[in-house]
């Protein structure tokens, strides 16, 4: 009985042993295979092709905001533009509130004029009543 636990044990251990080895070739497989990939990738990024792709992308990031800029500066002239009517508009409608206010002072004047020059009538109509 003894010996056939002895064999049930070495049988597990072989089984581990097997296990583990079988893990650490994946592992090792596994390890080359990265190794491969990312000498692939470095070779794929830093290739002459790559590099003319990432310089035919930055020439056309380039081309692109330089199309920004321009737009921008047109966009920057128009709002100057704008800005300076609205300063002109401004302007018109501050000429137009002293012309207002001129306006309302002249007629001020010409009804408290009227008023003050009615008043000594109005007075006058009164003695003439009373005297009567």
């Given at each position: 009985?003894?010996?056939?636990?002895?064999?049930?044990?070495?049988?597990?251990?072989?089984?581990?042993?097997?296990?583990?080895?079988?893990?650490?070739?994946?592992?090792?497989?596994d390890?080359?295979?990265?190794?491969s990939?990312?000498?692939?990738?470095?070779?794929?990024?830093?290739?002459?092709?790559?590099?003319?792709?990432?310089?035919?992308?930055?020439?056309?990031?380039?081309?692109?905001?330089?199309?920004?800029?321009?737009?921008?500066?047109?966009?920057?002239?128009?709002?100057t533009?704008?800005?300076?009517?609205?300063?002109?508009?401004?302007?018109?409608?501050?000429?137009?509130?002293?012309?207002?206010?001129?306006?309302?002072?002249?007629?001020?004047?010409?009804?408290?004029?009227?008023?003050?020059?009615?008043?000594?009538?109005?007075?006058?109509?009164?003695?003439?009543?009373?005297?009567?």
């Amino acid at each position: 009985m003894k010996n056939r636990q002895d064999r049930s044990n070495n049988n597990n251990n072989d089984n581990k042993n097997y296990k583990k080895k079988k893990q650490d070739d994946i592992n090792f497989i596994d390890i080359n295979a990265n190794v491969s990939k990312s000498f692939t990738d470095l070779w794929q990024r830093y290739s002459p092709t790559a590099w003319s792709e990432m310089y035919n992308e930055y020439a056309k990031y380039t081309t692109r905001m330089t199309e920004i800029y321009q737009e921008y500066a047109k966009s920057s002239e128009r709002m100057t533009e704008l800005y300076k009517d609205l300063a002109m508009n401004a302007d018109k409608m501050t000429q137009l509130y002293k012309e207002t206010a001129e306006s309302t002072e002249k007629m001020s004047k010409y009804w408290l004029n009227y008023i003050s020059w009615m008043k000594p009538l109005s007075e006058n109509k009164e003695q003439k009543e009373k005297q009567e």
